[in-house]
């Protein structure tokens, strides 16, 4: 068995309409996001059985975040399912804790990468079960995972993971900006009143539907963020500022981030990180 590296692009969530189930497969959330060209990459390296004295990790011989020794809920789930013992490097090129979805990508390129390294012949899909249901159990996120896997500008019909939920997209790959002012706690949000969230996810959900393009993902997040009551005081600064040169931007979710269409951060005066929207979504890496 040999080691294998997977990537999955980091995921900005728009705007949600959160559905918790029992059931961590069938539970997830009705939206829309952007999934990166920046992303995380994780490497999978096979070891002997350990025993960590923990039953929800028993695969994980040690984990790294971009070099420094971390603990990452979903990706122990990923590798109890999975049923093998790893040692995971973890590489993120977007802010942990920011709203990019770092811990959804992190479980799924570790789901795509331990089936690679383990010969384990997983489907796609079961391996997009595995890294939604985990991501879910640990309350880290309820739609990040599927959004990665597809790749683009990925329009979330029915919440869970497949089997349960249902996809679709916006046909776009817009150059997006980005700013970060910070963490903000993903479990802290879900854990609280979500019937005004969920039914500002709904609202913008039918609102992109009905014209589904890049223009109109910006602009039915920026009001679901103010509908929501989610918009942070230094995050609604920036999308003003956006706003005021003309342009169209608002707040990744959940995260103190801002995220503009084009060159709106920089007209503004940020200094913005820039990428464009992932075409394929997550993938294995090609061994050289």
Do not use: K, W
């Amino acid at each position: 068995m040999d080691e294998a590296t997977a990537f999955a692009p980091g995921h900005i969530t728009a705007f949600f309409a959160p559905y918790p189930d029992p059931d961590p497969v069938r539970a997830g959330s009705r939206g829309a996001g952007l999934a990166l060209s920046d992303g995380v990459e994780v490497t999978v390296a096979p070891v002997a059985a350990v025993d960590s004295g923990r039953p929800d990790d028993p695969g994980l011989a040690s984990l790294e975040l971009d070099g420094v020794a971390a603990e990452m809920e979903p990706v122990s789930r990923v590798l109890a399912e999975l049923n093998v013992a790893a040692e995971v490097e973890v590489s993120s090129e977007v802010p942990v804790g920011a709203g990019f979805g770092v811990s959804g990508a992190a479980a799924l390129a570790t789901a795509l990468a331990a089936n690679a390294a383990f010969d384990l012949d997983r489907s796609e899909n079961d391996l997009v079960r595995v890294a939604h249901a985990a991501e879910a159990a640990a309350g880290t996120g309820l739609g990040d995972v599927v959004g990665q896997f597809r790749g683009g500008l990925p329009v979330r019909l029915e919440p869970g993971a497949p089997g349960y939920g249902r996809m679709d997209g916006v046909p776009a790959r817009p150059r997006i900006e980005y700013v970060s002012f910070g963490e903000l706690s993903t479990e802290r949000v879900l854990g609280g009143d979500l019937d005004p969230v969920r039914e500002a996810g709904e609202t913008a959900l039918t609102r992109l539907m009905r014209g589904p393009g890049a223009l109109e993902l910006f602009a039915a997040g920026r009001e679901f963020a103010g509908d929501a009551g989610l918009l942070v005081p230094d995050v609604a600064e920036a999308v003003e500022a956006v706003e005021a040169e003309g342009g169209l931007a608002s707040m990744a979710m959940l995260g103190r981030t801002v995220y503009a269409l084009g060159t709106g951060l920089s007209d503004a005066g940020y200094d913005a990180e820039a990428c464009t929207v992932h075409p394929t979504g997550a993938t294995l890496r090609i061994e050289e």
